[in-house]
T-cell receptor, first 116, second 111 residues
Framework: NAGVMQNPRHLVRRRGQEARLRCSPM?????VYWYRQLPEEGLKFMVY????????ESGMPKERFSAEFPKEGPSILRIQQVVRGDSAAYFC??????????????FGPGTRLTVL | QQQVKQSPQSLIVQKGGISIINCAYE??????FPWYQQFPGKGPALLIA?????SEKKEGRFTISFNKSAKQFSLHIMDSQPGDSATYFC??????????FGTGTQLKVEL
């Protein structure tokens, strides 16, 4: 049973470019979460999605960041016009269809974004 | 916004010793408190979790102690091994389905 998959694992962008991060949840999971981890810090919640719906985006910056989880295909976290402060590890997690607060969130290996 | 205070920031323990990491949380009506383990370059992995209807949960060498009245919970790693060297995060439900994480504890187990 494959775990949460993320790609790319490492992404380098120059300031002003766009970054696209992909996440495929575990098989059978329809709830996806994105978290950001700055160096030497804990994970910060960004957004929670179900298929074709954004449920909670309270942790997303208001500008340049967007997320989607289409009916088919992976979830995408998109960062437009990247700045150096966007450099971080971005983790995706998924949970089962129950969507309960007690559901275990399983994390992927992360995408490490570096903005030059 | 739920806040979680985790301590210590770093910890060095001798092989065979006990590692203790503490977390304190604010008001919550939720019922799930997980601990995650993260190795360098990897994603966090669920280590152990507790519901507040019990005061302690043990899985192998890992034990969570939960004090609901004090709004604190702690992770104990018995017989610590070099392979336990990692960063440990506590987490609380942050409202809805999201998790609020502590700032992490870097554990190093020395031979």
């Amino acid at each position: 049973n494959a775990g949460v998959m993320q790609n790319p694992r490492h992404l380098v962008r120059r300031r002003g470019q766009e970054a696209r991060l992909r996440c495929s949840p575990m098989k059978g999971h329809s709830h996806v979460y994105w978290y950001r981890q700055l160096p030497e810090e804990g994970l910060k919640f960004m957004v929670y999605l179900q298929k074709e719906n954004i449920i909670d985006e309270s942790g997303m910056p208001k500008e340049r960041f967007s997320a989607e989880f289409p009916k088919e295909g992976p979830s995408i976290l998109r960062i437009q016009q990247v700045v150096r402060g966007d450099s971080a590890a971005y983790f995706c997690a998924s949970s089962s269809t129950a969507g309960d607060t007690t559901d275990t969130q399983y994390f992927g290996p992360g995408t490490r974004l570096t903005v030059l | 916004q739920q806040q979680v205070k985790q301590s210590p920031q770093s910890l060095i323990v001798q092989k065979g010793g006990i590692s203790i990491i503490n977390c304190a949380y604010e008001n919550t009506a939720f019922d799930y408190f997980p601990w995650y383990q993260q190795f360098p370059g990897k994603g966090p992995a669920l280590l152990i979790a507790i519901r507040p209807d019990v005061s302690e949960k043990k899985e192998g060498r890992f034990t969570i102690s939960f004090n609901k009245s004090a709004k604190q919970f702690s992770l104990h790693i018995m017989d610590s091994q070099p392979g336990d060297s990692a960063t440990y995060f506590c987490a609380c439900p942050g409202g809805g389905n999201k998790l609020t994480f502590g700032t992490g504890t870097q554990l190093k187990v020395e031979l």
